[in-house]
């Protein structure tokens, strides 16, 4: 028997929310290509799509709108818990996620089953979200708790949250494509996680905030904030190839780039990086054509020392480049990451709920049998 440690290419769930092509370097989402989607679909659009399988029209829109705008606000405990959180600087996946849990307490129908509940569970903690986040960031920044607002959209108002101002067109739009662009994408680590949990019939609380806890970790969710450090570090092109270079000899890993599934450029990584272009504008574009030299390099460079492994650039290098470009900073981008994903985590959870079957892998058990026991104190 052999052992598939990393479940590279095995199927255990249809769906037909996403399909990631990792050779010809094509994301397909609901039946658009992410190039389609993403630069014209709002936010709220593509949420409607995934949990509602079409496209809203204009009365449909503006009902869900005002349905998701009129969930954003945060109970007692959930002020508290990020009050104690940010007083303890706890990393902010972390407040995501013990926060999120306290949303059961919102719970009309904490006993309630069925599709429309669960639907409406999962609209509560994506409208929620950014409330959650915005506000993690303020306390730990020592500001007040702002709330939210019901006037402006989803990508707007999170950026209101954070800095107490209406943000510019350009910036509210740079967020949008790009939770637009990582709103769903295959059986990823954290996906699979949240429709684990659903398998076993839990509920929708557990497995959106079982999935922040995966999306957390650096091979994930938590590589663009490292990257941009490192563009930081590099600082000029001419200091790449040494750096990357000592990286790579010394065995290090370098963020931004290597995909389980991609051989080929991730295709997130043009989208985004076209928005982030709008966003470097003037004197800044300096930066935005250093960090494109930068990339260019770091692939030659990849070659060289994996050749043939076809290791480039994934979404969180460009993920880094265009959430600097909207001036917000690196300790959030993970959490930013989970406000995008949980459109995919959602729609993922209510699929397998529809078509269930608890998940139950095997393991190759290496131990040894028949042991005998021995009494504590004739132990070594
Ligand atoms: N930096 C340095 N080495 C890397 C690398 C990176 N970013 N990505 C891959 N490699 C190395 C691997 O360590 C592996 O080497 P080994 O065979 O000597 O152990 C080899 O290249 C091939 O790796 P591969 O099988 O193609 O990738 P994977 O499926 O094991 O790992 C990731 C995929 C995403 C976990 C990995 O590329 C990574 O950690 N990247 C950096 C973190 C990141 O950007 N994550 C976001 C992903 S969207």
Same mark, same amino acid.
């Given at each position: ?9 095995? &199927? /255990? ?63 007692? =405990?959930?002020? @508290? $818990?990020?009050?104690?959180?940010? +007083? ?13 849990? $306290? ?9 309630? +089953?069925? @599709? ?29 708790? &702002? ?32 939770? +637009?662009? /990582? ?7 954290? $996906? ?19 999935? &922040? ?27 790449? %190839? ?9 065995? %290090? ?17 043009? /989208? ?22 930068? %990339? ?9 020392? +994996?050749? *043939?492994?076809? &290791?480039?650039?994934?979404? %969180?290098? @460009? ?26 985590? *959602?729609?993922? =959870? ?15 058990? !290496?131990?040894?049998?028949? !042991?005998?026991? /021995? ?6």
């Amino acid at each position: 028997m052999s052992v598939n440690q990393g479940l590279e290419d095995v &199927i /255990v769930a249809e769906t037909k929310l996403s399909k990631v092509d990792g050779l010809a370097g094509k994301l397909t989402i609901f039946g658009y290509s992410l190039e389609e989607l993403a630069p014209n679909a709002s936010y709220e659009e593509t949420l409607f799509l995934l949990w509602h399988d079409k496209l809203p029209n204009s009365s449909e829109l503006a009902e869900f709108n005002k349905d998701m705008r009129s969930l954003r606000n945060l109970n007692d =405990v959930a002020k @508290y $818990t990020l009050k104690e959180a940010a +007083n303890k600087r706890i990393h902010p996946m972390d407040a995501l996620r013990l926060t999120s849990t $306290t949303l059961v307490l919102d719970d009309p129908n904490p006993l309630d +089953n069925s @599709y429309s509940t669960n639907i409406a569970r999962v609209r509560k903690m994506t409208a929620c979200f950014p409330t959650i986040i915005a506000n993690y960031w303020r306390l730990k920044e020592g500001k007040d708790y &702002i709330e939210p607002r019901d006037d402006l959209d989803h990508a707007e108002n999170f950026l209101y949250m954070l800095t107490g101002k209406e943000p510019t067109k350009e910036s509210a739009r740079g967020l949008e494509i790009y939770l +637009n662009t /990582v709103a769903d994408h295959g059986l990823n680590a954290s $996906t699979f996680t949240a429709r684990v949990i659903a398998s076993t019939d839990s509920d929708i609380n557990s497995a959106l905030t079982g999935a &922040i806890g995966a999306l957390k970790g650096p091979k994930h969710g938590g590589a663009p904030g490292p990257a941009l450090d490192m563009i930081f570090e590099i600082e000029k092109v001419e200091n790449t %190839e040494p750096y990357i270079r000592k990286k790579l000899e010394n065995r %290090e890993l370098i963020m931004g780039f290597g995909h389980r599934v991609y051989k080929v450029r991730d295709p997130r990584a043009e /989208v985004l990086s076209k928005a982030a272009e709008n966003l470097f504008v003037g004197d800044k574009r300096e930066f935005f054509d250093m960090v494109k030299e930068v %990339e260019r390099i770091i692939v030659r460079l990849f070659e060289e020392y +994996n050749p *043939g492994r076809n &290791i480039q650039t994934n979404v %969180e290098f @460009y993920t880094a480049l265009l959430l600097h470009g909207c001036e917000l900073k690196p300790d959030i981008f993970s959490s930013i990451f989970a406000m995008g994903r949980v459109a995919g985590w *959602g729609a993922h =959870v209510l699929e397998q709920m529809q078509n269930n079957r608890i998940m139950r892998p095997k393991s190759l058990y !290496k131990g040894e049998f028949d !042991k005998t026991w /021995v009494p504590i104190e004739d132990r070594d």
